[in-house]
């Protein structure tokens, strides 16, 4: 599951956003062109991540935030991850920069899934190694190849 999900995930290879309302905007119109859900359900989706945001900051640590969502007019399992190598502010829990941030996309239905991908996303974050080859990296193949060689042998 986790292989298929990164071979179709969106990646930005440097966000365009300066702040964390624009990036979690700029992420879920990267989620919604891949087809996650339906272009009408942006506006519904984004206030949920921003109400998500107001209860605690998805800023995990380590310059990684993970925002997330689950709704009912989701297609299906969803990831957009970019970069920022300027960094964002983001309320993280270490009080540092975000400089990594994967938008976890759910059908409301399958909560065991997202749970299982919000696993192995935390592990991800917590790997220095994957995080500055990810910063590293060349553009989107090079981030693609970094995921799939971490996504293990599903």
Not at 11 to 20: F, P, R
């Amino acid at each position: 599951m986790i292989r298929n999900l990164v071979q179709a995930a969106a990646l930005i290879a440097e966000i365009e956003a300066k702040t964390k309302d624009a990036a979690l905007r700029e992420l879920l119109a990267a989620a919604e062109h891949s087809g996650a859900f339906p272009a009408a359900s942006a506006k519904a989706l984004g206030k949920r991540l921003a109400e998500r945001e107001a209860i605690g900051s998805t800023g995990l640590g380590n310059s990684v935030a993970v925002p997330h969502v689950k709704g009912d007019v989701v297609e299906r399992t969803t990831l957009v991850l970019a970069r920022s190598h300027g960094g964002l502010e983001w309320q993280a829990i270490d009080g540092r920069p975000v400089h990594v941030m994967f938008l976890l996309i759910s059908p409301a239905d399958e909560p065991e899934q997202h749970l299982q991908c919000l696993r192995w996303i935390a592990g991800l974050a917590r790997n220095a190694d994957f995080r500055r080859f990810l910063l590293d990296a060349d553009g989107d193949a090079a981030m693609r190849d970094l995921l799939l060689e971490m996504s293990g042998k599903e």
